[in-house]
T-cell receptor, first 114, second 110 residues
Framework: DAGVIQSPRHEVTEMGQEVTLRCKPI?????LFWYRQTMMRGLELLIY??????IDDSGMPEDRFSAKMPNASFSTLKIQPSEPRDSAVYFC????WGSGKTQYFGPGTRLLVL | TQLLEQSPQFLSIQEGENLTVYCNSS?????LQWYRQEPGEGPVLLVT?????EVKKLKRLTFQFGDARKDSSLHITAAQPGDTGLYLC??????????FGPGTRLSVLP
């Protein structure tokens, strides 16, 4: 069975450019999470969706970050404009419906903003 | 402030040694999980504990949930280089999603 799919796996861009990260959750999972991981701050929850609806975006660092989930099988995280401090590994995870359910992580997108 | 604290932050040991890492909080969790993350990959679930005092074993790994459901430990016996990685604990408050700790980065040297 396919797990969570993320693309691209690596992204190098210049400061000021728009970056779009993509995620396909596990089929049948109702919840989707976006995380950012750095050495300094660890794994931070940015936003999560239940049934395609954003529930908690309090972890989104600034207005430069936005996330959408147009349908149950696709989500995007967009950074516009990107800055060097956005460099990190971005993970998408999905879980079945309900609190306290196990999250299944994708392989991550390693973003470097020059 | 972090909901979960993990210690030690870094640990480097020789192959064959035993080790214990800890996950602590002042909050009571309905369940707690341990994940291992290898370089270049996402975290992968190792175990879920739900009952205070519960002990679970996974080959050379032993997981314990504290009686008060506020803390947990992971003990590895006879560590191997393949155990190298970032160990994350994640706790779920009642009715909430899991929240992750900062992790313990383990390096097992051959």
């Amino acid at each position: 069975d396919a797990g969570v799919i993320q693309s691209p796996r690596h992204e190098v861009t210049e400061m000021g450019q728009e970056v779009t990260l993509r995620c396909k959750p596990i089929s049948g999972h109702n919840s989707l999470f976006w995380y950012r991981q750095t050495m300094m701050r660890g794994l931070e929850l940015l936003i999560y969706f239940n049934n395609n609806v954003p529930i908690d975006d309090s972890g989104m660092p600034e207005d430069r970050f936005s996330a959408k989930m147009p349908n149950a099988s696709f989500s995007t995280l967009k950074i516009q404009p990107s800055e060097p401090r956005d460099s990190a590994v971005y993970f998408c995870a999905s879980s079945p419906w309900g609190s306290g359910k196990t999250q299944y992580f994708g392989p991550g997108t390693r973003l470097l903003v020059l | 402030t972090q909901l979960l604290e993990q210690s030690p932050q870094f640990l480097s040991i020789q192959e064959g040694e035993n080790l214990t890492v800890y996950c602590n909080s002042s909050s009571v969790f309905s369940s707690l999980q341990w994940y291992r993350q290898e370089p270049g990959e996402g975290p992968v679930l190792l175990v879920t504990v739900v009952t205070g005092g519960e002990v679970k074993k996974l080959k050379r790994l032993t997981f314990q949930f504290g009686d008060a459901r506020k803390d947990s430990s992971l003990h590895i016996t006879a560590a191997q280089p393949g155990d190298t990685g970032l160990y994350l604990c994640a706790g779920a408050l009642y009715g909430q999603n899991f929240v992750f700790g900062p992790g313990t980065r383990l390096s097992v040297l051959p």
